[in-house]
């Protein structure tokens, strides 16, 4: 079934600009992470974010978790070209024994 | 490379076919795991194994039999495939619930494209 739910589901921006991806989800979870795929290839998980955690910093990536809302956002800072890729957030349920389910992903396109 | 190797990076098979997709992770992990990944869906969570032992079987039709081996080897064997069967298939590996820390992420291999025709 699915849990995380991505938002928007494409998103266009320049190079230079900040881009923002939100992620709701439905059930209680451990943690909530983000990986990004470029086209055709495996997922590079980004970071992880624990359910007793607001905010997580990594490089130019920022994750915030509202568990009230049952929800999170990756910010991409000062994006780069490189950046383009799909962005999926995948949630560790409760009782999952750690299988992640993952949303239907952000395709972010950064132009030079 | 990210550690996590599947073998081979394209595959197109008729529906008469049986053809194995591999995966190979020297990580360590004790936990592998098969996802579909196909066009404008989610990824689909088919088959977990942890330690060696299927711990999860979601609904996968019995044309997709799962085998591991070991705690380093996964494979996927595949026999009478539909075309909507076509699709990026997804091996990852992650330490498994009793291996530390379980907040790790998954590490992703990078997928075999398979084609059914």
């Known amino acids: 079934s699915q849990q995380g739910e991505e938002d928007p589901q494409a998103l266009s921006i320049q190079e230079g600009e900040n881009a923002t991806m939100n992620c709701s989800y439905k059930t209680s979870i451990n943690n909530l992470q983000w990986y990004r795929q470029n086209s055709g290839r495996g997922l590079v998980h980004l970071i992880l974010i624990r359910s007793n955690e607001r905010e997580k910093h990594s490089g130019r990536l920022r994750v915030t978790l509202d568990t009230s809302k049952k929800s999170s956002s990756l910010l991409i800072t000062a994006s780069r070209a490189a950046d383009t890729a799909s962005y999926f957030c995948?949630?560790?349920?409760?009782?999952?024994?750690?299988?992640?389910?993952f949303g239907k992903g952000t395709k972010l396109s950064v132009k030079p | 490379e990210t550690g996590v190797t599947q073998t081979p990076r394209h595959l197109v098979m008729g529906m008469t076919n049986k053809k194995s997709l591999k995966c190979e992770q020297h990580l360590g992990h004790n936990a592998m795991y098969w996802y579909k990944q196909s066009a404008k869906k989610p990824l689909e969570l088919m088959f977990v194994?942890?330690?060696?032992?299927?711990?999860e079987n979601n609904s996968v039709p019995s044309r997709f039999s799962p085998e591991c081996p070991n705690s380093s080897h996964l494979f996927l064997h595949l026999h009478t495939l539909q075309p909507e069967d076509s699709a990026l298939y997804l091996c990852?590996?992650?330490?498994?619930?009793?291996?530390?820390?379980?907040?790790?992420?998954?590490?992703f291999g990078s997928g075999t494209r398979l084609t059914v025709v």
């Open positions: 990852a590996s992650s330490p498994s619930p009793g291996q530390g820390d379980v907040n790790y992420g998954y590490t």
């Open positions: 995948a949630t560790d349920a409760r009782g999952s024994q750690g299988n992640l389910i």
């Open positions: 194994y942890s330690l060696e032992e299927r711990v």
